[in-house]
C-alpha cells in the first residue's frame, strides 16, 4: 500500500488550510490521505496539580478535530480515500515519526499554541527540522497570483532531491516552474582586497544553474522551467519570489549549512517569512556524512 499524505490537525486556521492543500495533494498523486491529533498531556499535569477531566476534554477535543478535518478534506473531494489518527505525546515529535511512513507530511503554519506575532510555530520548526519525508507548510492566508512553482537552488548535490520534488509539482499543477539562484559577491571583491569582474561571476554563476536544471529538463520535458539569478541574499530572493507564487520549494543541507544545525538560516528565513506555502525536502539521509540539517 502506498504511504499516504500526513497532516496535522488541531483546530486552528492554519491546520484548516494544511488539510485542504492535503486533501488536494492526496487527489492529485493518488494517495490516501491521513489525518492526525496529537495529543499533549502537559509535564506539570500531573499527581501533584490534578485538573479534574482534563485528561477526558482533550481526548474529546482532538477527537472533534478530526472529524472537522475529515468533513473538510470530504467537502472538497467527497470520494477520497480518508483514515484518522489520535495519538499521544508532543504534536511535533509524533508528526516526525508519522513522516517515516508518509509519502509527504503537511502542517499548518502556526497552530493554536502559536503566538500572535510568530509566522512559524514551534510544531512546523520541528517537524521541518526533523521528517523523514518532504515537510509542506502552509498558511490560512495565501491566494497564490499564479500557478507557478519557485524552488530555491546553490548548484550544490543537496538541491537535487528539490529539484526533482520541484518539477513533480509542477508538473501535477500543469505550471511553469522557476529556479531561483540568490547569491551575494564575497567581501572580499566588494571591499576590493579580491580583484574580479561581477559580471564574470554572474555568468559562472548562469553556467552552473543551468547545468543543475539539465537532467530534469529532460525528465519533464512538458514543463516550462526557467532560471533566475539574484544578486541578494538567498532568504530575500526567496521570499519575494513567494510573493506570486502557488509553492516554494527549498532542499536541506545546501551550501555553507552547518552540521550540528537542525533547521539552517536559509530555510529558517523562508519559513518564516515566505507568502506562500513552503515546501523543505530532505537530502537522502544515506547520503549524509554528517548530522542531517537543512539548509
Same mark, same amino acid.
Given at each position: 500500500? /502506498?504511504?499516504?499524505?500526513?497532516?496535522?490537525?488541531?483546530?486552528?486556521?492554519? %491546520?484548516? /488550510?494544511?488539510? *485542504? $492543500?492535503?486533501?488536494? #495533494?492526496?487527489?492529485?498523486? #493518488?494517495?490516501? =490521505?491521513?489525518?492526525v491529533h496529537a495529543v499533549y498531556? =502537559?509535564?506539570?499535569?500531573? &499527581?501533584?496539580?490534578?485538573?479534574?477531566?482534563?485528561?477526558? &476534554?482533550? +481526548?474529546?477535543?482532538? @477527537?472533534?478535530?478530526? #472529524? *472537522?478535518? *475529515? @468533513?473538510?478534506? $470530504?467537502?472538497?473531494?467527497?470520494d477520497m480515500d480518508t483514515s484518522?489518527?489520535?495519538?499521544?505525546?508532543?504534536?511535533?515529535?509524533?508528526?516526525?515519526?508519522?513522516? &517515516?511512513? &508518509?509519502? *509527504?507530511?503537511?502542517?499548518?503554519?502556526?497552530?493554536?499554541?502559536?503566538?500572535?506575532?510568530?509566522?512559524?510555530?514551534?510544531?512546523?520548526a520541528h517537524v521541518a527540522g526533523?521528517?523523514?519525508?518532504?515537510?509542506?507548510?502552509?498558511?490560512?492566508?495565501? +491566494?497564490?497570483?499564479?500557478?507557478?512553482?519557485?524552488?530555491?537552488?546553490?548548484?550544490?548535490?543537496?538541491? #537535487?532531491? /528539490?529539484?526533482?520534488?520541484?518539477?513533480?509539482?509542477?508538473?501535477?499543477?500543469?505550471?511553469?516552474?522557476?529556479?531561483?539562484?540568490?547569491?551575494?559577491?564575497?567581501?572580499? !571583491?566588494?571591499?576590493?582586497?579580491?580583484?574580479?569582474?561581477?559580471?564574470?561571476?554572474?555568468?559562472?554563476?548562469?553556467?552552473?544553474?543551468?547545468?543543475? =536544471?539539465?537532467? $530534469?529538463?529532460?525528465?519533464?520535458?512538458?514543463?516550462?522551467?526557467?532560471?533566475?539569478? !539574484?544578486?541578494?541574499?538567498?532568504?530575500? %530572493?526567496?521570499?519575494?519570489?513567494?510573493?506570486?507564487?502557488?509553492?516554494?520549494?527549498?532542499?536541506?543541507?545546501?551550501?555553507?549549512?552547518?552540521?550540528?544545525?537542525?533547521?539552517?538560516?536559509?530555510?529558517?528565513?523562508?519559513?518564516?517569512?515566505?507568502?506562500?506555502?513552503?515546501?523543505?525536502?530532505?537530502?537522502?539521509?544515506?547520503?549524509?556524512?554528517? +548530522?542531517? /540539517?537543512?539548509?
Amino acid at each position: 500500500m /502506498a504511504n499516504p499524505i500526513v497532516v496535522g490537525a488541531d483546530g486552528s486556521p492554519s %491546520a484548516a /488550510a494544511a488539510v *485542504e $492543500w492535503a486533501a488536494d #495533494e492526496a487527489v492529485r498523486k #493518488e494517495l490516501p =490521505l491521513k489525518v492526525v491529533h496529537a495529543v499533549y498531556h =502537559l509535564p506539570y499535569v500531573g &499527581a501533584t496539580y490534578v485538573v479534574p477531566g482534563l485528561e477526558d &476534554a482533550l +481526548t474529546r477535543a482532538g @477527537r472533534r478535530f478530526l #472529524e *472537522e478535518a *475529515e @468533513r473538510l478534506a $470530504w467537502a472538497r473531494h467527497p470520494d477520497m480515500d480518508t483514515s484518522v489518527a489520535l495519538l499521544d505525546g508532543p504534536p511535533g515529535r509524533v508528526l516526525a515519526a508519522q513522516s &517515516a511512513q &508518509a509519502s *509527504e507530511l503537511v502542517v499548518g503554519g502556526r497552530g493554536r499554541g502559536g503566538f500572535v506575532g510568530m509566522l512559524l510555530g514551534s510544531v512546523s520548526a520541528h517537524v521541518a527540522g526533523h521528517a523523514a519525508a518532504p515537510v509542506v507548510v502552509v498558511r490560512p492566508d495565501y +491566494t497564490p497570483m499564479r500557478a507557478e512553482v519557485v524552488v530555491g537552488i546553490d548548484g550544490s548535490a543537496e538541491c #537535487e532531491p /528539490a529539484l526533482g520534488y520541484a518539477f513533480e509539482q509542477a508538473r501535477l499543477l500543469g505550471c511553469p516552474l522557476r529556479a531561483v539562484y540568490g547569491w551575494q559577491l564575497p567581501s572580499e !571583491i566588494s571591499s576590493g582586497w579580491f580583484v574580479r569582474d561581477s559580471e564574470d561571476v554572474q555568468r559562472m554563476r548562469d553556467r552552473l544553474v543551468m547545468g543543475a =536544471l539539465a537532467t $530534469w529538463r529532460a525528465t519533464y520535458p512538458d514543463v516550462p522551467a526557467d532560471v533566475k539569478v !539574484i544578486h541578494d541574499h538567498p532568504v530575500t %530572493a526567496l521570499v519575494e519570489a513567494s510573493r506570486d507564487a502557488a509553492l516554494l520549494v527549498v532542499g536541506s543541507r545546501g551550501r555553507g549549512a552547518v552540521g550540528s544545525a537542525v533547521l539552517g538560516s536559509v530555510s529558517r528565513g523562508v519559513l518564516h517569512h515566505a507568502r506562500c506555502p513552503v515546501a523543505v525536502v530532505r537530502h537522502p539521509p544515506a547520503a549524509d556524512t554528517t +548530522t542531517p /540539517a537543512v539548509h
